[in-house]
C-alpha cells in the first residue's frame, strides 16, 4: 500500500474506533452495537481492492482487539475484519467507481452478517459461548438492521475521501512525469536529438553518426592539404 493510503487509512480506522468506542458502545440499544470500524473497512476495501480491503481489515481488526474494554483473544476480530475486508474488496469495479448504491448497501448486509457469523464460530472455537447465550438470530437481525441504518451516512463519506485522494496521486504523478519531460527538455533540445518524430520547424535533427563522420572527414581533409602543402626536399 502506498503512503496515503496507510495515512488515510489509520485516520479513519482510528476515528471510527474512537466513536464506536466512545458513543455507540453507550448508546445501550437492544442486540448488537452498530459497527463503525466494519463500515469504514468496507468502504476502503472497496475502493482499495480485495489486497488493500484484507490489509486495512486486518489492522482495523487487531486495533479492536487491544482497545480497552476488549474482553476477547488477540487477533479474533482480526481475522474477522481481514476476511471480510477481502470479500469486499472483491467487488470493487474495473472502473473503480459503482454506479449505484445497491451494490455497496448489499455488501453492507452481507459484512453485517458474515462478521456476525464468523466472529460467533471463532468464539465457538474457543470456547466463547456468549453469542449462543444472547441469541445469534437476534444479533443477526439487529447488526444487519444498524449497520444499514448507518452506512448511508459513514460508507458513502469514506468512499469519496479515499477515491479523492487516489485522484490527486493520479494527478501528482501526472504533472511529475510532464515536469520531469520539460527539464530535460533543454538537454535533447541542446544536442539536436529527439527520441522520437521529426525535427523542430520541420528540420531533421542530425544523427550523432553523421556528425561524427563529417567530422573526421573534415579532419581527414585539412590533413591532406597540409601533407601537399609541404615542399619537397
Known sequence: ????????????????????????????????????????????????GHTGGALVGFAAGLLADVAPPADHAVGRYALVLCVVGYAAGLTKPESGQHRSATVPMLVVASGAISSTLLYAGVGALVGDTAARQVGLGGLLFTATLYDL???????????????????????????????????????????????????????????????????????TRNKAARIKGVKRL
Open 1 to 48: 500500500m502506498r503512503v496515503n493510503r496507510i495515512l488515510l487509512s489509520a485516520v479513519l480506522v482510528a476515528l471510527a474506533l474512537l466513536v464506536q468506542v466512545s458513543v455507540l458502545a453507550r448508546l445501550q440499544l437492544p442486540g448488537a452495537v452498530p459497527d463503525l470500524l466494519l463500515l469504514t473497512v468496507l468502504g476502503l476495501a472497496m475502493v482499495y
Open 149 to 219: 441504518l448507518l452506512a448511508p451516512f459513514t460508507v458513502p463519506l469514506v468512499m469519496a475521501a479515499a477515491r479523492r485522494l487516489e485522484s490527486d496521486t493520479l494527478a501528482t504523478d501526472a504533472s511529475g512525469s510532464a515536469s520531469g519531460e520539460g527539464a530535460y527538455g533543454w538537454l535533447v533540445a541542446g544536442t539536436g536529438l529527439r527520441m522520437g518524430g521529426g525535427g523542430r520547424d520541420g528540420v531533421k535533427p542530425a544523427r550523432i553518426g553523421g556528425q561524427r563522420g563529417s567530422l573526421l572527414s573534415r579532419a
